[in-house]
């Protein structure tokens, strides 16, 4: 097996066992997200698996004595000098060390959005709940001032100072 191949196998299966897809299914709220992740999920592990049965392969020798038999000696050596004789050359990976920087970034970027988002949607679900728990509607001003006492002084301040807005 050639070392790169293998390499970017044992990548592959990394890469899958570090995606959380459960976790990140939960965070989809439309149908048509869902459907979309799904789609990438079978698009990821179909590629996954491509890539660890490619490259996790040794290539057969050849059997020259076999065609040696069949069809002579001369044109099996030329063909076993010209495959011989075929160097591949090695990859040498350029554009990872030119993006890993970058993409850490993005990733660290990511997480403090993240975290923001967290932070944000916390509060949006006390607001819903403190909205929720006034009940608006049915909601007196005692009740009102007893859960925003803050309110009822400012409004006391202005009858006591005869304020009454002009």
């Not at 179909?46 to 069949?70: A, C």
Request: aromatic share 10%.
């Amino acid at each position: 097996m050639s070392g790169s191949g293998k390499k970017v196998a044992d990548m592959a299966v990394k890469a899958g066992k570090a995606i959380d897809w459960d976790g990140m299914a939960k965070m989809l709220v439309s149908e048509e997200a869902r459907k979309e992740f799904a789609t990438l999920r079978r698009t990821f592990e179909d590629v996954n698996h491509q890539l660890q049965t490619k490259f996790s392969q040794e290539p057969q020798p050849i059997d020259w004595e076999y065609y040696r038999k069949g069809i002579g000696s001369k044109v099996v050596d030329m063909y076993k000098e010209a495959y011989e004789s075929i160097e591949i050359p090695k990859y040498v990976d350029t554009v990872t060390p030119e993006y890993k920087p970058k993409f850490d970034a993005l990733v660290v970027e990511l997480k403090e959005a993240e975290k923001a988002s967290l932070k944000e949607s916390e509060r949006i679900e006390k607001e819903i709940a403190e909205l929720r728990e006034m009940k608006i509607s049915t909601m007196t001003a005692d009740e009102y001032f007893e859960k925003h006492p803050e309110v009822k002084q400012k409004f006391d301040d202005e009858i006591r100072n005869d304020y009454w807005g002009y």
